[in-house]
């Protein structure tokens, strides 16, 4: 059974949205004065996640009133559909699935199988030992991999687990890890900017606030593929694991440090300018320019002890789980960059 | 499959199979969702986004037009005809190819052969990535299948399989298992639990099969303080997943392993010696703990390229390309293959240890050919041994000379 209590603290739950129901709460309702607190708490939830550095939504039962909770959610749904940006959207959505991450690593196990359940997984208490680790959770490994597939850490691959008859075997933490992936993406699946235009204009004034307001948090700078290949770079000649890297950056999606230091060094050693590198990490929900500068700047060798670092072997790659799998050509070569050049000199030629 | 004549006696010959084995040809779950795609004597083209409501009128297009390759897609679309961007993809088969191109042999040396498109420069065993010669990239590759290259497939197959089984719970009757017509065998699972993993989902599970990335430190090696002293934990024989795998690949490694394979671990000179010298004691402690604190100087760190070592003797050498492809044409079980003429086909998971390829596979088993041979291996279909040939005109059965006319390795005599 979920209480009013845990609904305010999981509120993406399908009985929280019930809740909101019976209440007989809508998006009119918000503007009046009685719904103040709730519209408030609504925007507080999003200038958290743009603000905190990781970003994440606080929950303090003293201090918040549950009902509040439950309701400030959906409205801040609707406030940062709303807003209509893509790093607003993605920042929002991992500041709320990291706020569950932390709540549901506390969590009693039977209540986060059943929470875990709403989401459609097959999942149940295992509590077995094996050597010195315990597992508490038994998954199916289709769910496993759903989430944890675009996890780059070695300790996530499906290999590096425990898997029996079909499901991973997993601790609290794990489990509280994985869920916090799905509800990430499950947010991310509620908010829809085309909301925007049948909204209440109040609505929508005061997502240009919250806009103009954090201007500087916000990062979403436009620009366009073409250009980043106008310095002589070509992706067609990429390899597959440089595109899949690639692709992550403009899609803004996580990338691990070795998977951020792989790209970079490819791309200044393929003749990138690191401005235009630059460019590529804006999209990244933390990203930081003058961080992102010094570290590019290191790899290049203009800082430190001057020297240029190239991108790992393939061996390596693989063995950090970037690369993708081979096509043909990267059977004859041992490095991404070989690669490259071969395929540049086969066009050339 | 260069000269004309050849070319119009094999198709006449796959005309007549298909005229009379057209009930052998295998519909895929949910046909009416596949794409089919065809490559024609005639013109060596590929003809792809064909799609057909019923097995019937699959056996009719292919008893009419006689194709020399048959494949569809392991995955389901709403438009199978479409262009490949609006089929509408529903999902897809997990599929696994494994081939003895991809499978190391000693023997492959012998029987292989290639060839430099650009200057005919010609060597033995699998193509360099250039021409000696001429520096060419591109060749012509000459490869038979021998009963040690199958019979390395086999035990490949045998490693997926009981990964299959045991570690993802997909039970016998999920599992589709086929000889590929060439050199390999294909495993399939239809199974709806499968069928919405993305790409890389599949990229995982592919590297579970292989073992790729796989650390120690996650399946149980440790090392623990108590005091001043140190102790070191690892997996034992009987864990289940990779977790005993490990441990019984890693026993297997060092009941053979040799000083220089050890040292090319990275293993101290003194360290390797132990190992070899104190073998017999290793191996009976795994019935008590394991050997993880049994060789002196040998830390976490070594065990862990250990273990890598033998967890490599465990995992399956599969086609990593073909199973993360969620688009990719597989041939179709029933149907022959053009470089052979031998059948694609199906058999339980359960015949995998007895199935004979070179028996089972045969689809031409009546009369004889005469052909002109070039060059070939021995060779053996059924129970007998065939061959080797060099330039020498010879009577045949007819499935052996087919398979030589395919490979191109013969032309037909009048």
Known sequence: MLTLSDLAKYPFLPEAAEEVKRLDFSIESLLQPDYAPILHRAEERIVEALTKSPPEVSYDPRRHNENVEVLSFPAAIILVSAVASDYVKKRFALAEARRAYNLLKVEDEEKIVEIAKRFGWRIRLAGISLGLEKFDFALHFVDYLRNASSFHEKGWKLVNRLVIRGEVYLSKQDVARLLQEEIRRYIESKIDPKMRSILPEEIVERANSIRKGYAENIREEPFNIESLFSSGVESDFLPPCMKELYGALLAGRHLPHIGRFTITAFLLNIGMDPNLIIDLFRKSADFNERMTRYQIEHIAGQRGSGTKYVPPKCDTLQTHGLCPGMDDLCKRVRHPLTYYLRKKKRRAG | ?414
């Open chain 2, 1 to 414: 499959m260069s000269e004309p004549n050849n070319i119009s006696f094999i198709r006449e010959m796959f005309s007549d199979f298909y005229s009379k084995n057209a009930d052998k040809i295998e519909p895929p779950k949910s046909i009416e969702n596949r794409e089919f795609g065809f490559s024609l004597f005639k013109e060596n083209v590929m003809v792809r986004h064909k799609s057909f409501a019923r097995i019937e009128d699959l056996r009719d297009f292919i008893k009419k037009n006689v194709p020399s390759n048959v494949y569809y897609s392991s995955a389901y679309y709403s438009f199978p005809e479409a262009k490949m961007d609006e089929k509408g993809w529903l999902g897809s088969d997990l599929f696994f190819d494994i081939d003895a191109d991809h499978i190391p042999t000693k023997c492959n040396k012998m029987h292989d052969s290639w060839a430099c498109k650009s200057c005919n420069f010609e060597g033995r065993g699998k193509a360099p990535e250039k021409c000696p010669n001429c520096g060419g990239e591109s060749f012509d590759e000459r490869t038979w299948p021998c009963e040690v290259c199958l019979e390395a497939a086999r035990v490949e197959t045998i490693k997926l399989i009981d990964i299959l089984l045991e570690d993802f719970g997909l039970s016998a009757d999920e599992i589709k298992c086929s000889f590929s017509g060439h050199r390999g065998y294909h495993v399939g699972v239809e199974s709806d639990i499968v069928l919405e993993l993305d790409a890389l989902s599949r990229k995982e599970i592919v590297d579970y099969i292989t073992g790729t990335g796989i650390d120690a430190v996650f399946h149980g090696l440790d090392e623990i303080r108590s005091g001043s002293s140190k102790i070191i934990v690892g997996p034992s024989l009987d864990d289940p997943g990779w977790r005993g795998r490990a441990a019984r690949g890693t026993y297997d490694f060092l009941l053979r392993a040799s000083a220089s394979e050890l040292k090319s671990l990275g293993i101290k000179k003194n360290v390797v010696m132990e190992l070899v010298e104190k073998r017999d004691a290793i191996l009976e402690s795994w019935r008590r703990g394991g050997p993880w604190n049994t060789v002196r100087g040998l830390g976490i760190k070594g065990w862990g390229k250990i273990i890598q070592r033998g967890a490599s003797l465990q995992s399956a050498n599969i086609d990593t390309v073909v199973t993360v492809d969620i688009h990719r044409l597989i041939r179709l079980p029933g149907t022959l293959h053009g470089k052979t003429g031998l059948l694609k086909i199906s058999f339980p998971v359960s015949r995998v240890e007895e199935f004979d390829p070179q028996k089972e596979a045969i689809a031409f088993k009546a009369g004889e050919v005469k052909v002109y041979v070039e060059e070939a291996p021995e060779l053996r279909f059924g129970d007998e041994i065939f061959g080797p040939f060099k330039s020498q005109a010879v009577t045949l059965p007819t499935q052996v000379a087919i398979f030589l006319l395919c490979k191109g390795a013969a032309r037909v005599v009048d």
